[in-house]
């Protein structure tokens, strides 16, 4: 499958490479060229200058936010802005469910998927992905979530797969205080 990969930073660097070793065609665009440039020659793929020069099947997003990934997909220069009806997009980044649910109405298709898992998780394929979105385009981008994940959910509609993302994130910081207080008492 071709893909278009915006955001080579700590996780998406890992997580599109391995796409490229489950044999995918990648097509990867990041703010900062030379990122961009190191990826590809150690990887394979093609590197692109802005986010519209992203023509393929599959667009994913792995930024920081829910700005970030508007502007990639929405802003001037935005993936969003010349890819046909039949483009898939898809979010990796935590931005919250609202900001989801918000480029979802402005993008025809697309999905919420947010990860959990480290930088190691991602080196090795073993994400949890949690996915948002109509079952169809949930299933068009699964094989893409294997690549990069051990445990996939389609946790339903758009903005539930960050919906379940910002659950894990409360457990885990409830999960982390306790710990803090144990080893106080301790």
Same mark, same amino acid.
């Given at each position: 499958?071709?893909?278009?990969?915006?955001?080579?930073?700590?996780?998406?660097?890992?997580?599109?490479?391995?796409?490229?070793?489950a044999g995918h065609e990648l097509v990867?665009?990041?703010?900062?060229?030379?990122?961009?440039d190191r990826w590809a020659a150690e990887?394979?793929?093609?590197?692109?200058?802005?986010?519209?020069?992203?023509?393929?099947?599959?667009?994913?997003?792995?930024?920081?936010? !829910? *700005?970030? =990934?508007? /502007? &990639?997909?929405?802003?001037?220069? $935005?993936?969003?802005?010349?890819?046909?009806?039949?483009? +898939?997009?898809?979010?990796?980044?935590?931005?919250?469910?609202?900001?989801?649910?918000?480029?979802?109405?402005?993008?025809?298709?697309?999905?919420?998927?947010?990860?959990?898992?480290?930088?190691?998780?991602?080196?090795?394929?073993?994400?949890?992905?949690?996915?948002?979105?109509?079952?169809?385009?949930?299933?068009?981008?699964?094989?893409?979530?294997?690549?990069? !994940? *051990?445990? =996939?959910? /389609? &946790?339903?509609?758009?903005?539930? $797969?960050?919906?379940?993302?910002?659950?894990?994130?409360? +457990?885990?910081?409830?999960?982390?205080?306790?710990?803090?207080?144990?080893?106080?008492?301790?």
């Amino acid at each position: 499958m071709r893909v278009g990969w915006i955001g080579l930073g700590i996780m998406g660097s890992r997580m599109a490479a391995n796409l490229r070793r489950a044999g995918h065609e990648l097509v990867v665009q990041n703010r900062t060229r030379g990122v961009a440039d190191r990826w590809a020659a150690e990887h394979g793929g093609e590197v692109v200058g802005s986010p519209n020069e992203v023509a393929a099947d599959v667009v994913v997003t792995m930024l920081v936010d !829910g *700005a970030q =990934v508007e /502007h &990639a997909l929405l802003g001037p220069e $935005g993936a969003a802005r010349n890819a046909g009806d039949d483009t +898939l997009f898809v979010d990796m980044s935590t931005i919250g469910p609202e900001a989801a649910r918000a480029i979802g109405e402005r993008v025809p298709r697309f999905v919420d998927a947010p990860v959990t898992g480290s930088s190691p998780k991602a080196q090795d394929g073993t994400l949890t992905i949690m996915a948002g979105g109509e079952r169809a385009d949930v299933e068009q981008a699964w094989p893409l979530f294997e690549a990069m !994940g *051990a445990l =996939v959910v /389609h &946790a339903g509609p758009l903005g539930h $797969g960050q919906q379940i993302k910002v659950i894990n994130n409360a +457990l885990a910081a409830a999960n982390t205080k306790a710990l803090a207080e144990a080893l106080v008492v301790g």
